[in-house]
């Protein structure tokens, strides 16, 4: 994931996005899937406070070599079923335990 500013990322037509809650579990909570009206292809995160944005460029579409290179893996889930990241960086099950979220825009 790459998480933006929400300022920093812009949308072209926001006309053109259906939105959906991110977390099934928190359906208020304040991040929602953006997709794509015509296609449905997945294009970001938005946060409704608008404090952040977030892409998922192996997810989402976007050249991974246009990003910076991660540097810890977030919202990993043991219950879940696919494998642990083993490539030497830290792996959380939220956000790195230093992150602060900004203030809304």
């Keep these: 994931m790459a998480f933006f500013n929400y300022a920093d990322l ?19 909570g304040p991040l929602e899937l953006c997709t794509c009206a015509d296609c449905g292809a997945a294009l970001m995160l938005d946060d409704k ?21 991660p540097t810890y893996h977030a919202f990993y889930d043991a219950l879940k079923d696919y ?17 602060v979220w900004p203030e809304p825009a």
């Design 49 to 69: 406070q608008k404090r952040i944005r977030v892409a998922v460029p192996n997810v989402m579409g976007y050249q991974e070599a246009s990003f910076p290179k």
């Design 83 to 99: 494998p642990k990241p083993s490539d030497g960086r830290p792996v959380y099950e939220g956000l790195h335990p230093d992150f």
């Design 10 to 28: 812009s949308v072209d037509h926001p006309e053109k996005m259906n939105r959906q809650p991110f977390n099934k579990e928190n359906p208020s």
